[in-house]
């Protein structure tokens, strides 16, 4: 799907639209995802969408084909959108709840196979996006390949899980352009869950995903001017004749090539000073940055490992505190039996990914399925950077419950 929004080419129904997306070998050889992947979409002045050639990944000239690519989407557009491809299997559930927590992404787009329906995975990965609060459209594809009662015995069981007490969502299914103007106006408000009927064989109703995209307006406000400067690193690099580069979200502030920033925590908690070498937005250079949108950095000095997944980049004049340990108000969504002081579970808080033990619980001693309270959580290895209000997702295997950071310990 997202091979064919952004590459222009209908697909030949045996996986050729999504190659040119793919960041792995293994990934081209099984046709599954299984990493963390970004893809853009422009559109000009006229809401025209830009598209740019594709090139087999298998050739020398990819990356700068790539480039090329980037650079022309961003000059000739007026309006640009980032996607971030991740996996749909259950062996990398990890990799797309961290792809969800830590690119902060404003909307998720459930992909749903027609002759499939929602399957297990697909029940998670809307679990995920409701418990995150991000709004929800959904897509069901292979509508060319699939008979019609199996169809319409799949858009039935689509509505019941949407309309379920557990999502509260109103469906609606996108049939022309006024559907789209009036859906696009309202999904602001979470409870909408537009739903469209695409092939990306035939590329029946590829127009009105696009059109909707371009209508979509903007739903998180980010503050560049008063801010503190915050930035949280999702991925590591080491670029050849330039060091060390990290990927993320800038949270909040602005920055400047040149600019000194803190950076940590290390495995003791301590921050280090660092300088800015260099800023690369949409692989385009670019002298400044401000909040809201998802750059890399050069770092000087800096050596690729000493650098993890849930650091981040502070203001230099800030004096910045880690913490082991912080309270939080959480949900259990699912357990099969029942947690108590000592559980040990996966907490996914934005970048930050580490195994956390719950030490103490405020209000009662055993949870169970369904139960709210608060609980502090300690991290098993290090300490990490964090913010109170942030969501978390704390899973074992699945994801089993949801919370909110009250108080820093």
Request: charged share 20%; proline share 3%.
């Amino acid at each position: 799907m997202l091979g064919v929004l952004t590459k222009g080419v209908l697909d030949d129904g045996r996986g050729k639209a999504r190659v040119n997306l793919f960041r792995h070998k293994h990934e081209i050889e099984s046709g599954r995802t299984s990493s963390v992947g970004g893809e853009i979409l422009g559109f000009d002045s006229h809401s025209r969408p830009i598209i740019h050639a594709t090139t087999n990944n298998s050739t020398a000239n990819h990356k700068r084909a790539a480039t090329t690519g980037w650079e022309e989407i961003t000059q000739k557009a007026a309006k640009v959108l980032s996607f971030v491809d991740l996996a749909g299997h259950e062996k990398y559930l990890k990799t797309t709840v961290f792809g969800m927590t830590g690119s902060a992404p404003e909307f998720a787009m459930l992909m749903v196979g027609a002759n499939a329906g929602m399957i297990g995975m697909s029940k998670e990965h809307l679990g995920l996006a409701l418990s995150l609060a991000i709004p929800v459209l959904v897509v069901v594809t292979k509508i060319d390949r699939c008979p019609a009662h199996v169809l319409q015995k799949t858009l039935k069981e689509l509505t019941t899980i949407l309309k379920s007490k557990s999502c509260r969502k109103i469906p609606l299914f996108v049939e022309n352009n006024r559907d789209v103007v009036m859906t696009a106006q309202h999904f602001v408000s979470e409870r909408l869950c537009p739903i469209f009927q695409v092939s990306n064989v035939t590329g029946q109703g590829l127009d009105l995903v696009r059109n909707f995209l371009n209508i979509l307006p903007s739903l998180t406000q980010y503050n560049a001017t008063t801010d503190p400067f915050l930035y949280e690193i999702n991925e590591t690099y080491s670029v050849p004749f330039v060091g060390t580069v990290v990927s993320g979200i800038l949270k909040s502030g602005h920055i400047h090539v040149g600019d000194k920033v803190q950076f940590g925590p290390d495995y003791n908690g301590q921050f280090v000073l660092t300088t800015i070498k260099g800023i690369h937005r949409k692989r385009v250079s670019v002298p400044a940055a401000k909040a809201g949108q998802s750059v890399t950095f050069a770092l000087k000095n800096v050596r690729r490992n000493t650098v993890r997944k849930g650091q981040v980049l502070l203001a230099a004049d800030t004096t910045p505190k880690s913490s082991r340990r912080f309270e939080a108000e959480i949900l259990v969504l699912y357990h099969s039996t029942m947690i108590k002081s000592k559980y040990q579970a996966m907490v996914h808080c934005g970048a930050v990914r580490q195994t956390a033990s719950i030490t103490t619980t405020t209000d009662t001693e055993i949870l169970r399925t369904g139960d709210r309270a608060k609980v502090v959580f300690e991290f098993v290895k290090q300490p990490e950077y964090l913010t109170v209000g942030t969501r978390l997702i704390f899973r074992e295997g699945r994801t089993k419950g949801v919370g909110k950071i009250t108080k820093l310990l």
